[in-house]
């Protein structure tokens, strides 16, 4: 989401201030540091990049801050490093072209309604379009911060989503990623009168425009999974076969405590239901260990789902008390405690890693390609979300092929074309 909201910074300043983008930052007229609130350490590095930033920057370049961190800390951020001359945070970027003119501009409310704002275009790849299909979250996970810096979810209207997919179709893309807290909450609130479609209708009216030819979206809810959405994505053949199904816990009880509203094994039923309608899919997660409250038990909990599920990747995460959430108040636990729970989280995963990646080898899948590597590799994606790497050349780049895979490189595959 951050990507797609940088995306709409350059577009916003190149269609109405006249910026263009240089990759030297000692160039740069204009210096905007996009921020992540998530953890705390992204937040921690802000204000030392902030400074090196200052260091280097011409003589009366401006410096900027955007993101969640921006509608968290706002003037404090100003307050902090005063040759910051504006702020604006997220969902408020359609402000951006204003701020940059007025020293001192701090746009934070986070339940601006950006749904209907016509965005400048831009877009970093030639080959796959991020859309966004809603802004905010309805949800109020006790460990996370994102309702309170990315406001109330609305969805945006299914007309404006289609006509940007439309345009990238017609530009050449072949894939279309859909961006949004609870993606798969689609349509629940609209803040204009709008035909109402649920995302399965989403999918479904996206998957019939012409060019497109494979269809990502991330973050679902575990709780939204219905049957009628695992069945269009079981079935609908331009929806890419990959799957993020964040578990954040394998523990009842701390599912519970993380107001997550589904228990361990809802949690597998319904990755069950996907293997079973999907045999190829690939599931990835979040998790989130050394909750507050987290036993030995509680954690057991959570590798015996991980032992289940056999993930094909996973985001792991030690717990990181964030301002205003319920669960920065519980008792924390042991800092140590908990880098040795992700230590072992992460040896397990390897293992399940090595069992799917090895069990590639030799079959054959239909790449993507969308980037030359400085070694000359061309990479893209299979349907089901595996990165390939394969020699070959620059006419692959935009091409929908046949690849033989022929070596694990465990995060990765290497593979050969084969037509
Ligand atoms: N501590 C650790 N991880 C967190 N996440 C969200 N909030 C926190 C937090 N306070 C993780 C969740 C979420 C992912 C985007 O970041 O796993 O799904
Ligand atoms: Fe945060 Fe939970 Fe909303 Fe995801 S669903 S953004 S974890 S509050």
Redesign the pocket.
């Known amino acids: 989401m951050n990507s797609r909201d940088t995306e709409h910074i350059i577009a916003e300043l190149n269609t109405h201030n006249n910026y263009t983008q240089t990759t030297d930052p000692k160039d740069a007229d204009l210096i905007i540091i996009n921020t992540c609130s998530v953890r705390e350490k992204p937040v921690a590095k802000l204000f030392s990049e902030l400074g090196q930033f200052n260091k280097i920057k011409k003589t009366g370049a401006k410096i900027g801050v955007c993101g969640c961190t921006a509608s968290h800390l706002g003037d404090e951020i100003i307050k902090r490093a005063s040759y910051v001359d504006f702020v604006v945070g997220a969902r408020n970027i359609s402000k951006i072209s204003k701020a940059v003119e007025t020293k001192g501009s701090v746009e934070i409310d986070i339940n601006h309604d950006e749904t209907n704002y016509d965005f400048s275009e831009f877009r970093s790849s030639l080959y796959k379009a991020n859309i966004n299909i809603s802004l905010g979250?309805d949800?109020?996970?006790t460990f996370?911060i994102?309702?309170a810096t990315r406001g109330d979810e609305i969805s945006i209207p299914a007309e404006i989503i289609l006509n940007e997919a439309r345009k990238s179709a017609a530009s050449g893309m072949k894939e279309i990623f859909l961006l949004g807290?609870?993606v798969n909450n689609y349509g629940k609130y609209f803040s204009s009168d709008t035909e109402k479609y649920d995302f399965t209708k989403l999918l479904q009216e996206i998957s019939k425009i012409d060019g497109i030819e494979r269809i990502r979206f991330t973050s679902p809810?575990p709780l939204h999974m219905d049957d009628a959405f695992i069945e269009e994505f079981a079935t609908n053949p331009k929806i890419c076969k990959s799957i993020h199904v964040p578990l954040q816990s394998g523990s009842t009880k701390i599912l519970k405590d993380m107001k997550r509203g589904y228990t361990k094994e809802w949690f597998l039923k319904v990755c069950d239901k996907i293997k079973a309608k999907v045999p190829n899919v690939r599931i990835s997660t979040d998790i989130i260990v050394a909750f507050p409250g987290e036993t030995d038990q509680d954690f057991r909990d959570t590798l015996d789902v991980v032992n289940q599920v056999k993930f094909d990747q996973i985001f792991n995460f030690k717990y990181s008390p964030r301002p205003n959430t319920p669960a920065a108040n519980l008792e924390q636990i042991d800092s140590e405690l908990g880098t040795s729970r992700l230590n072992e989280l992460i040896e397990l995963h390897k293992t399940h890693q090595d069992y799917h990646m090895d069990k590639l080898v030799g079959q054959i899948h239909k790449v993507y390609f969308e980037d030359l590597k400085p070694n000359g590799e061309i990479m893209g994606f299979s349907d089901n979300g595996m990165q390939v790497f394969v020699d070959g050349s620059e006419e692959l780049l935009g091409q929908i092929v046949d690849v033989k895979i022929t070596q694990n490189t465990r995060t990765s595959v290497k593979g050969v074309v084969i037509k």
Do not use: F, R
């Open positions: 979250c949800k109020q996970c996370c994102v309702p807290q609870n809810h």
